[in-house]
């Protein structure tokens, strides 16, 4: 079975503090994306990567950064957090075009973060 | 762009029978899969059903099935036999076939599920 983990499930940070969010995949999958899930407005991606250094913005990157040095593992960084980053982050991993496969995406459980 | 609508923000369903969850999208292309996911109170979303555009028959899974017409851009969902384990949130999801396309899914707001005694 797929299994993508999450550094954290509960996280509570201060405004103006770094963040790191971790997520790692063990199917080899070339595809990571990183979502904010907001009640009312379902998920939004904002960052993804389709291979090692390499990213791309979403929907909503503004406020975020992100960093893939190894396949598995897919960072998302809040530079300097703010009160309305306080979400659900859901971390997902997927095969690529390249690799074949059926597309579907597989999730993480999520890290709710609090930012106070 | 594409869009996903789920017209359904809340749903019930006495257990044991059947509900059927609505999407629609909006899309200018003709190659394309269509997803449901559905996300437990626990948060773990997982994959329920998934079609390709290009695939004439409905996907069943289980109790799960769907009813895809690709000319209205319609994709639902049907779940037969409802479980107090259905019980969820349930997202519909698109994701093009498009050469260009890196495999992003374009989701919908989403359905709450709850499943009566």
């Known amino acids: 079975d797929v299994k993508v983990t999450q550094s954290s499930r509960y996280l509570v940070k201060r405004t103006g503090e770094k963040v790191f969010l971790e997520c790692v995949q063990d199917?080899?999958?070339?595809?990571m994306f990183w979502y904010r899930q907001d009640p009312g407005l379902g998920l939004r991606l904002i960052y993804f990567?389709?291979?090692?250094?390499?990213?791309e913005k979403g929907d909503i990157p503004e406020g975020y950064s992100v960093s893939r040095e190894k396949k598995e593992r897919f960072s998302l960084i809040l530079e300097s957090a703010s009160t309305n980053q306080t979400s659900m982050y859901l971390c997902?991993?997927?095969?690529?075009?390249?690799?074949?496969?059926?597309?579907?995406?597989?999730f993480g459980p999520g890290t709710r973060l609090t930012v106070t | 762009a594409q869009t996903v609508t789920q017209s359904q923000p809340e749903m019930s369903v006495q257990e044991a029978e059947t509900v059927t969850l609505s999407c629609t999208y909006d899309?200018?292309?003709?190659?394309?899969?269509l997803f449901w996911y559905k996300q437990p109170p626990s948060r773990q979303m997982i994959l329920v059903i998934r079609?390709?555009?290009?695939?004439?028959q409905n996907a069943t899974e289980n109790r799960f099935s769907v009813n895809f017409q690709k000319a209205a851009k319609s994709f639902s969902l049907k779940i037969s036999d409802s479980q107090l384990g259905d019980a969820a949130m349930y997202f519909c999801?698109?994701?093009?076939?498009?050469?260009?396309?890196?495999?992003?899914?374009?989701f919908g707001k989403g359905t709450k599920l709850s499943v009566k005694p």
């Open positions: 990567s389709y291979d090692v250094k390499m990213k």
């Open positions: 999801a698109y994701r093009s076939d498009w050469g260009g396309s890196q495999g992003n899914l374009i």
């Open positions: 899309t200018s292309e003709s190659d394309y899969y």
């Open positions: 997902a991993s997927s095969f690529s075009r390249r690799q074949g496969g059926t597309y579907e995406q597989y």
């Open positions: 199917m080899d999958h070339e595809n």
């Open positions: 079609q390709e555009a290009y695939k004439q």
